[in-house]
Structures are given as C-alpha cells and as structure tokens.
C-alpha cells in the first residue's frame, strides 16, 4: 500500500460519533486493516475490510470502498478510554506485510 | 497480553553502539514483522521473517540486520547506533499458513524504546 492519507488529529465530545476517513493507492488491494494505538502502547487490531459494505463490530464499524480507495472508521458512543490514536493499514495483492499511515489523533472531552 | 514477547521494554545507550532486540511470537504463528515508529511517525515496515527466512524487507537501513531462529523467535540488531535511530520498535506475527485466508491479522508486541544519547 501507497499513499495512504488521514487526517492528523479530530477532537469529539464523550458520547457523540467520530469517523475517521482513510484514502489509499495501491497496484494490488488486498484487504484495509483499522488498529488503535494509545500513546506508547502496541497497536491493537479493531477490524478489517476486505469486501465494498460496512462490517460492524460493538461501538466500532469501518466501511470500505474499493473503487474510491476509501475507508472509514466510525467510532458510536464515544468514551474517554476512547482516546487513542487510529492507523489505518493496507495490504498488497501478494503481500503479507501492512502498510500504515501516519495515525489519525482522537481526543474525547467530556 | 497479546502473546507476542519483546525486550528489553526500554534501552539507553549512546552513539555509536550496537544494540539488539528480541522479539518470540504468538505460539502458532510464524511470521515475524519488525516496525520502527520515530516520534510522530507512522509505523515504518523493516523486514518480515517466515519460518526462518526472510520474506520482505522495507526501509530497513544497512545498519541494522535480523534473523529468525528455528524455536521462530527474532532478534533486531542495530549497530553504529545514531541519535536518529532513537524510537520505539514493534514486533508483531501473524500465522500466515500457506492456504490459510481471512484477515491474516497482525498482532503487536508491546514494543522496545531505545534511546540513543
């Protein structure tokens, strides 16, 4: 994966819906992967796409679109523990590695 | 607790030495992916490991090498160390079972921070 673009930082209030938009480029796709990282912590998987749709997991969803190189994660009900940086990753057709960007910041206030 | 081991957490040295970091992976799994993520930095691939040998390698510079030994466990060595080289390092794994499919999910270490003075 190449290319892959999110926004920096975004700020929301405890209880509202944030998304965090991911665009990519890529010559292969082979499934869009969403982790969350607190500061100085290891990445934690949240959810993969692989297929066009929505996949929905708890306060979680993420969508895909393929032909747009576009995904989303959109987080419900949002919590403090919810601060977090969120990396969206790609892989490549005949790869196995990840190819992350640079993190989007959330910070929730209360 | 993930099931992927690292160490040491934190290391302090000063330029110019060589360091090495120890990653065992989630039983089961074997692949091994090493990452560096600088200050502000996104996760930047080094080199991945399957089964004892190497798979694909990224920005790794000609500085630091790695290896995957028969028990699957890795180690990261980085020499001439520079203030640069100062981040945290991720290990993760994965199965990547031949024939295997879905997510293939890769699953993180706590990561060693090293600090070059």
């Known amino acids: 994966g190449q290319n892959i673009d999110q926004p920096t930082e975004m700020t929301a209030t405890e209880g509202a819906i944030v998304q965090i938009n991911c665009t990519y480029q890529?010559?292969?796709?082979?499934?869009l992967f969403w982790y969350q990282q607190h500061a100085g912590e290891a990445p934690t998987f949240l959810s993969y796409?692989?297929?066009?749709g929505l996949e929905e997991k708890g306060r979680f969803s993420s969508f895909l679109s393929r032909s747009k190189g576009y995904s989303y994660l959109l987080l419900k009900e949002l919590q403090m523990k919810d601060s977090a940086s969120y990396l969206c990753a790609v892989r490549d057709l005949g790869d196995y590695k990840l190819s992350f960007g640079a993190g989007t910041t959330v910070t929730v206030r209360a | 607790d993930s099931g992927v081991t690292q160490t040491p957490k934190h290391l302090i040295t000063a330029t110019g030495q060589r360091v090495t970091l120890r990653c065992s992976p989630r039983s089961g799994d074997l692949s091994v992916y090493w990452y560096q993520q600088s200050l502000d930095q996104g996760l930047q691939f080094l080199i991945q490991y399957y089964n004892g040998e190497e798979r694909a390698k990224g920005n790794i510079l000609e500085r630091f090498s790695a290896q995957q030994f028969p028990d699957l466990h890795s180690e990261l060595n980085l020499s001439s160390l520079e203030l640069g080289d100062s981040a945290l390092y991720f290990c993760?794994?994965?199965?990547?079972?031949?024939?295997?499919?879905?997510?293939?999910?890769?699953?993180f270490g706590a990561g060693s921070r090293l600090t070059v003075l």
């Open positions: 993760a794994s994965s199965e990547d079972r031949v024939g295997s499919s879905g997510a293939n999910v890769l699953t």
């Open positions: 796409n692989v297929l066009d």
């Open positions: 890529t010559s292969g796709f082979n499934g």
